[in-house]
């Protein structure tokens, strides 16, 4: 299972939220791309950015960021927040980010997926963020009235690479991953899952490790890296035990 750290990035710098407010904010770093560099040092084999900026916007907002992180790893990066045209799709795999995460277009525009899908395979990643099961759009300030296992359906056979699930009142809490959502989800569809929100030491991992024979592929995490309440090389080396 990989072990993905995020790299969250607004107003230029890197930062985490709880449950995606814009008015809980911590900075840990005003150099997301030495952040970056820090995490692929330490073993990490896939990065996981976020543009919280363009989330919030609805547009990309921190592309030279971005592209200053990509320049200095070696390692995949993926990439979501505000991507919501072809255009934007296309800029940054040009950029040479390896994977972009469409969450609230995808939601809204189906038909968008299943289109980057055939013009990129194997690069577009569908992003399902949850409040007590129901979908959450436009940077998590709407909740939706579906529930996250149908959105997921609606991908199956369309050549989506992965869905990243949050867990949105697990995000930044670090309270524990959200075992029984992410199983489910795992077990409705035959895409590879990627668990997102809560994560807050190793006995999370060890927890969600039994999820991979059901299609869970990885985890993110980043409150509990930053804080130093998570080692990442020891996570690594238990998921791969």
């Given at each position: 299972?990989?072990?993905?750290?995020?790299?969250?990035?607004?107003?230029?710098?890197?930062?985490?939220?709880?449950?995606g407010?814009?008015?809980?904010?911590?900075?840990?770093?005003?150099?997301?791309?030495?952040?970056?560099?820090?995490?692929?040092?330490?073993?990490?084999?896939?990065?996981?950015?976020v543009?919280?900026?363009?989330?919030?916007?609805?547009?990309?907002?921190?592309?030279?960021?971005?592209?200053?992180?990509?320049?200095?790893?070696?390692?995949?990066?993926?990439?979501?927040?505000?991507?919501?045209?072809?255009?934007?799709?296309?800029?940054?795999?040009d950029?040479?980010?390896?994977?972009?995460?469409?969450?609230?277009?995808?939601?809204?525009?189906?038909?968008?997926?299943?289109?980057?899908?055939?013009?990129?395979?194997?690069?577009?990643?569908?992003?399902?963020?949850?409040?007590?099961?129901?979908?959450?759009?436009?940077g998590?300030?709407?909740?939706t009235?579906?529930?996250?296992?149908?959105?997921?359906?609606?991908?199956?056979?369309?050549?989506?690479?992965?869905?990243?699930?949050?867990?949105?009142?697990k995000?930044?809490?670090?309270?524990?991953?959200?075992?029984?959502?992410?199983?489910?989800?795992?077990q409705?569809?035959?895409?590879?899952?990627?668990a997102?929100?809560?994560?807050?030491?190793?006995?999370?991992?060890?927890?969600?490790?039994?999820?991979?024979?059901?299609?869970?592929?990885g985890?993110?995490?980043?409150?509990?890296?930053?804080?130093?309440?998570?080692?990442?090389?020891?996570?690594?080396?238990?998921?791969?035990?």
């Amino acid at each position: 299972m990989l072990i993905i750290p995020a790299v969250d990035i607004k107003m230029g710098r890197c930062v985490r939220l709880l449950q995606g407010r814009k008015d809980s904010e911590t900075v840990f770093s005003d150099n997301p791309s030495a952040m970056a560099a820090r995490w692929e040092s330490e073993g990490a084999e896939l990065l996981h950015i976020v543009d919280l900026d363009g989330a919030f916007e609805k547009s990309p907002q921190n592309i030279e960021v971005v592209k200053g992180i990509v320049d200095r790893v070696e390692i995949p990066v993926q990439l979501g927040g505000g991507i919501r045209t072809m255009d934007s799709v296309a800029m940054y795999l040009d950029l040479g980010v390896s994977r972009v995460i469409l969450g609230t277009e995808a939601i809204q525009n189906p038909s968008f997926v299943y289109d980057a899908c055939q013009r990129y395979p194997g690069k577009i990643v569908v992003g399902i963020d949850a409040r007590d099961g129901m979908v959450a759009i436009d940077g998590w300030t709407e909740t939706t009235k579906r529930q996250a296992i149908d959105v997921a359906e609606e991908f199956e056979g369309q050549g989506v690479a992965a869905i990243v699930f949050t867990d949105i009142n697990k995000d930044g809490m670090q309270r524990g991953v959200n075992i029984d959502a992410t199983r489910q989800l795992a077990q409705s569809v035959s895409i590879p899952v990627i668990a997102s929100g809560g994560v807050s030491s190793i006995d999370d991992i060890k927890t969600l490790l039994p999820l991979e024979e059901l299609g869970v592929q990885g985890v993110i995490t980043g409150r509990a890296l930053y804080s130093g309440e998570l080692d990442l090389k020891q996570a690594i080396e238990i998921s791969r035990a």
